[in-house]
């Protein structure tokens, strides 16, 4: 598949999500993958808009894998979240604390957060912005969430579901980018990959 926009460095994906990996394929970009290491709190995080949060999260992550990397290339950062009613709902350490986050979340509408990062190792180039994303999910029985935990599905998932799983069936309507709640805002990201080509060309043209 010929990529849409032309960058002329390797890319790296810090990120193990097979998701991201999906989308960022999705555009026609060769890239590898190198996991980020980086821990996702910093001191004094929740005191900021969750915009601000995710956006820094993201740059930590590029960062993490841009420090442990030799060679030439822009490196991807992403990082997702769910908020309802100001509060962050972040991956579920267990099957418990999903089912809160499904409770809280069912008859009603949240948001989905993600920030990207782009930083260039040569250059030093760093970007970093994020899409907002309104999600309605229906009322569910207590039968419907014990038969969405047995799954297995909501690990790894910010506010404990995956909207391209089997929690499709229980979303009805969203308001803005479907991508951006699977985990990577394709049209946000191919944005901030045009304004770095844009640089790219300034400073070596």
């Not at 910093?42 to 820094?56: F, K, M, S």
């Not at 099957?95 to 009603?108: E, H, I, N």
């Not at 030093?124 to 935990?149: I, N, P, Q």
């Amino acid at each position: 598949m010929k990529p849409l926009i032309y960058i002329p460095k390797k890319i790296v994906l810090a990120s193990a999500s097979p998701r991201r990996k999906e989308l960022l394929a999705r555009m026609g970009l060769s890239f590898t993958i190198f996991p980020s290491r980086a821990e996702e709190s910093i001191e004094g995080l929740h005191a900021l808009p969750v915009a601000e949060q995710v956006c820094l999260l993201a740059e930590k992550k590029a960062e993490d894998a841009a420090s442990r990397l030799k060679q030439d290339c822009l490196v991807i950062g992403a990082d997702t979240v769910v908020v309802k009613d100001g509060c962050v709902l972040g991956k579920p350490q267990n099957r418990d604390q999903a089912a809160q986050m499904l409770y809280s979340l069912q008859g009603s509408w949240h948001e989905v957060l993600t920030g990207a990062a782009l930083i260039d190792r040569k250059t030093g180039y760093k970007d970093s912005a994020y899409e907002c994303t309104r999600v309605y999910m229906k009322e569910l029985s207590a039968g419907e969430v014990e038969a969405y935990l047995d799954s297995g599905e909501y690990r790894d998932k910010a506010g404990g579901y995956g909207i391209q799983g089997l929690a499709a069936a229980f979303i009805p309507k969203i308001e803005g980018c479907y991508f951006n709640v699977v985990g990577l805002p394709i049209h946000l990201l191919y944005t901030m990959l045009h304004k770095y080509h844009k640089y790219l060309c300034c400073i070596e043209g």
